[in-house]
């Protein structure tokens, strides 16, 4: 199982003290994440992609590109890659040639982000959001994995004899998660295609989550990719800890009270009743994240955020140094031990890979 750190590049007040973060001073401050997690031990990055303010991820291949010459061992992901506004030629040829560059150690969730206003910005139709979803990742699937393309769809120019470069590397496309909230038609297309699903489900709760994701599984089975078990889900979470919990408590509310998307409702322990946020002790985190298996099954990859809203650098770095040595030794050795040995990992370059040099490896011996 694969744990890590995703962000949304949010350029937010510290309630606490006043002061806003340049936007320079946010974009070094995410590659100091992404170190950081490698150095905790972490397996995945991920960066979200906005091209309105108060965000400055808006180029991820960039910022991954400049992450992956300073890291060694590290997954480098995106928490949303904007498959209905970007053209899936650019996606096609961007990815790969970060997947060169990071050696394979990259793959990607698609995702049609929550910002109306990027449709039009980028010359779409917020109406067409499911369609252009399902058209651009099937042209996308299709550069992958085909040397010569020809196509014509509704919604780019026509393509004739067209070869998107770089190959990918190995020819192994970068692992694809489909990530979506409320939309049936995105975990559907991920089915369809044996891809993941991912949900980020830090705003909802369980029950929400659960019919999503129980639906990917089912059709997941049903296009012939495995049992609904072995569907690959992957899932979000927010923590805040301190060895007291009260002190966890006491630092992060005016954080979650000066939330434009927690704030103003109802009470933060009211909030983390009905939600995955963990506001606490890490021993209190490894409880919480524990009861994702019980309500979603077995699952690859978890992503919690720790930098939003406006928490300072030195309390971030100090979230995740302690999810490295504290928390995500002891979920990975709780979530190991009742994980049926027919559930699969995350899947990797290597994985797919030798996955792929296997199928092509022909049976020998007296049974063959």
Partial sequence: MQFGIFTVGDVTTDPTTGRTPTEHERIKAMVTIAQKAEEAGLDVFATGEHHNPPFVPSSPTTMLGWIAARTERIILSTATTLITTNDPVKIAEDYAMLQHLADGRVDLTMGRGNTGPVYPWFGQDIRQGINLAIENYALLHRLWREDVVDWEGRFRTPLQGFTSTPRPLDGIPPFVWHGSIRSPEIAEQAAYYG??????????????????????RERYAYYGHGSPE???????????????????????????????????????????????????????????????????????????????????????????????????????????????????????????????????????????
């Fill in 230 to 368: 072995q569907a690959i889900v992957g899932l979000g979470g927010q923590v805040y800890m301190r060895p007291k919990s009260q002190d966890a408590i006491r630092e992060f509310r005016p954080f979650f009270d000066h939330s434009p998307l927690m704030g103003g409702g109802i009470s933060m322990e009211e909030y983390m009743e009905q939600t995955p946020l963990t506001v606490g002790t890490p021993e209190q985190v490894i409880e919480k994240t524990l009861t994702f298996r019980e309500h979603f099954g077995d699952y690859q990859r978890q992503l919690f955020i720790v930098d939003g809203g406006g928490v300072p650098q030195k309390a971030v770095l100090e979230q995740i140094d302690m999810l490295g040595e504290e928390v995500v030794p002891v979920l990975r050795k709780e979530f190991a031990k009742y994980r049926p040995a027919d559930v699969p990992d995350a899947p990797t370059h290597a994985s797919l890979l030798a996955a792929r040099d296997a199928e092509r490896t022909p049976a020998t011996g007296p049974t063959a």
């Fill in 195 to 216: 891809d993941g699903f991912f949900h980020n489900n830090i705003f909802w709760p369980k029950e929400h989550t659960k019919k999503l994701i129980d639906l990917y």
